[in-house]
């Protein structure tokens, strides 16, 4: 059984005047029917400047879309089990902790992992230190701020009061917190940087996978190379949106896809691991304290396997 809340999302439309309310509202929501969409409209779930508003009314520039997004609730049943687990754990107080993912481990349970993930472990682990993770909006994922996929190692927020959860939150949702990922992609890149902008959506024929379409909801991704490999560029990828599977998207996007990555690199033989996943690594990160105000920074040197790869390159320089 599942019961349901909403989350409000707010944009600010800065395109030409003329868009119908439910194209703009179908673009945020890429996975979202148009028939949704429409539902939430006449619910009066969407508002235009603060009024209910028709799925036909068209959008002038500057105007505030406020939509309020169902989202499901899992009920106690399906509520994430503590489990003892080894963590990484590079800070902790009253409120955050912030935890360095190695490889294959997924965040939160899920259909398909439903216990042996980081929310189990991190439920381990606050339960023996007397302290608890912020519930969050769906109760299989306590505490999680952002996500990385399973096999991308590194730094990860987690929230332990509601508070700190709220907070970070908005950060996220403001661009204000820093994530910057070390990848390793294929090819040479010549540029000394760059941003991808580039929207993205779920993949229409594969369901694992998301894709580069107008369509899509907004997605930007800076890049800066770091040093050049025969055949290789080390490369740091900082998020200014982020959407599931960005980095590796937009990356493949340029046509220099992350190496060994799963889902969007099957082209390419040459590969590192076999079960290793992607070579990308979220190794900087800064927030400012929900609490404290106080500018935090964090830094995770690359994994051991990560580095015996690089040491397997020719190096050609900056």
């Known amino acids: ?175 204000e917190m820093t994530r910057i990922y070390t990848g390793l992609v294929y090819g040479e890149i010549f540029e000394a940087g760059g941003t991808i902008d580039a929207p993205i959506r779920r993949h229409e024929k594969d369901r694992l996978k998301f894709e580069t379409n107008e369509a899509g909801r907004q997605a930007i991704t800076h890049f800066t190379v770091k040093h050049r490999y025969v055949g290789y560029t080390l490369v740091n990828f900082q998020l200014e949106t982020g959407r599931t599977h960005q980095i590796r998207v937009h990356a493949n996007f340029i046509n220099h896809p992350i190496v060994d990555d799963p889902l969007y690199a099957r082209q390419y033989k040459e590969r590192f691991f076999s079960e290793n996943g992607q070579l990308l690594h979220a190794h900087h990160l800064e927030l400012d304290h929900p609490v404290t105000g106080e500018h935090l920074v964090f830094d995770a040197e690359l994994p051991s396997s990560f580095q015996a790869v690089l040491h397997q390159l020719t190096f050609k320089g900056v």
């Open 1 to 175: 059984m599942t019961e349901e809340k909403n989350t409000v999302y707010s944009y600010t439309y800065e395109g030409e005047a003329g868009l119908r309310l439910d194209q703009f509202v179908t673009n945020q929501f890429s996975d979202e029917s148009r028939t949704t969409i429409k539902k939430w409209i006449k619910e009066q779930l969407v508002t235009v400047n603060d009024k209910t508003a028709k799925a036909s009314q068209t959008l002038m520039t500057g105007d505030i879309v406020n939509v309020q997004k169902p989202e499901p609730v899992e009920a106690d049943e399906f509520k994430p089990i503590a489990e003892p687990m080894i963590l990484d754990i590079v800070y902790e107080d009253d409120d955050i902790l912030v935890v360095n993912k190695p490889v294959n481990l997924v965040v939160h349970p899920s259909v398909n992992h439903p216990t042996n993930t980081l929310v189990n472990g991190l439920l381990y682990h606050v339960q023996e230190n007397g302290s608890q993770l912020a519930i969050g909006r769906e109760s299989f994922r306590p505490g999680i701020v952002h996500r990385l996929d399973k096999d991308t190692t590194g730094l990860l927020v987690v929230a332990k009061s509601q508070l700190a959860l709220e907070r970070l939150s908005e950060q996220v949702a403001n661009h």
